[in-house]
């Protein structure tokens, strides 16, 4: 079963915007933080942005400004909104839940990954 579903990413030219969303169910988002995640080939997975289960958000200091993580309680969606897009972007990006302030390795759930290019 799927805990969480990931859609959206795909090809874009530098400069432009893309949209990520990871579908959970309510108890996951009710119970759990939501991170995204990024990783490149032969990488360790880099943490992107991430919002609290009392809302609050957190950014890597390379997408601040550029990136927008939120939650859609009626939808059960959180979004990563992604602007201003450069190639150094360009990764397969994972959605995860787990407590709040946790390290990946406490993560409870991930999503499939999806991936993202940004073309110069």
């Known amino acids: 079963q799927v805990q969480l579903a990931q859609s959206g990413g795909g090809l874009v030219q530098a400069g432009g915007s893309l949209r990520l969303s990871c579908a959970a169910s309510?108890?996951?988002?009710?119970?759990?933080?939501i991170y995204w995640y990024r990783q490149l080939p032969g990488q360790q997975r880099g943490l992107v942005a991430s919002?609290?289960?009392?809302?609050?958000?957190n950014y890597a200091d390379n997408v601040k400004g550029r990136f927008t993580i939120s939650r859609d309680t009626s939808e059960n969606t959180v979004y990563l909104q992604m602007s201003s897009l450069k190639p150094e972007d360009t990764a397969v990006y994972y959605c995860?839940?787990?407590?709040?302030?946790?390290?990946?390795?406490?993560?409870?759930?991930w999503g499939q990954g999806t991936q993202v290019t940004v073309s110069s």
């Open positions: 309510l108890r996951i988002l009710a119970t759990n933080a």
């Open positions: 919002i609290s289960r009392g809302g609050s958000t």
């Open positions: 995860a839940a787990g407590p709040d302030r946790a390290t990946l390795r406490l993560m409870n759930y």
